[in-house]
């Protein structure tokens, strides 16, 4: 059910999310992490779904790049919240803590993107497009993007679209999210 204005639930997943991207920035440069969850939760918003997904918008990256754990997120939002966390979230290390090789990791994630449900996916999606966004924003800024990934520029657009690919169908607002990140997966790759 979705309400107008701001929960108490949806504000403490706010400043929850806050405190824990604290200090992070984005990839090369000075903008704070905080940003991009916060823009997944407002395109997920905008996109018409209900507050669980917009919460698990704001913390999707709290597991995977904070101290937080999906048991953390579950006493605070709930196991589905914290489900849908778990979806959006890759394997960075191995059994022995060490950083696992960046194929591996994305291979990985999308066979878990591939049984995710509508709204995990919906998360994905979010997440994809503000990054992509990003990109084209720091690409026309003349950024030296591709400096900054772990893998080359032929790597990371097939990662886009076979992401994009495995989460288009199943509910026509993951359709119309898809539909824009391929517009701008178009758009960067034409540079």
Request: charged share 30%.
């Amino acid at each position: 059910m979705r309400t107008e204005g701001m929960s108490p639930r949806l504000e403490r997943a706010l400043r929850w999310a806050a405190v824990c991207h604290a200090g992070q920035t984005r990839k090369g440069g000075d903008i704070p992490y905080f940003e991009h969850v916060v823009a997944v939760a407002m395109i997920l918003d905008r996109a018409g779904f209900e507050e669980d997904v917009v919460i698990a918008g704001l913390l999707h990256d709290v597991v995977e790049d904070t101290e937080a754990s999906f048991d953390d997120v579950a006493a605070r939002f709930g196991p589905t919240v914290a489900a849908m966390v778990g979806d959006c979230s890759e394997v960075k290390l191995d059994a022995e803590g060490r950083k696992r090789p960046w194929i591996d990791r994305k291979r990985d994630h999308l066979a878990v993107v591939c049984a995710a449900g509508v709204r995990s996916r919906a998360i994905i999606l979010a997440d994809k497009l503000h990054n992509l966004t990003s990109i084209e924003v720091d690409l026309a800024e003349g950024r030296p993007v591709w400096d900054h990934f772990n893998a080359d520029r032929t790597s990371v657009l097939w990662y886009y679209e076979a992401t994009i690919d495995a989460c288009a169908s199943g509910d026509p607002r993951l359709e119309a999210l898809a539909t824009a990140c391929r517009e701008m997966l178009d758009r960067i790759a034409s540079r």
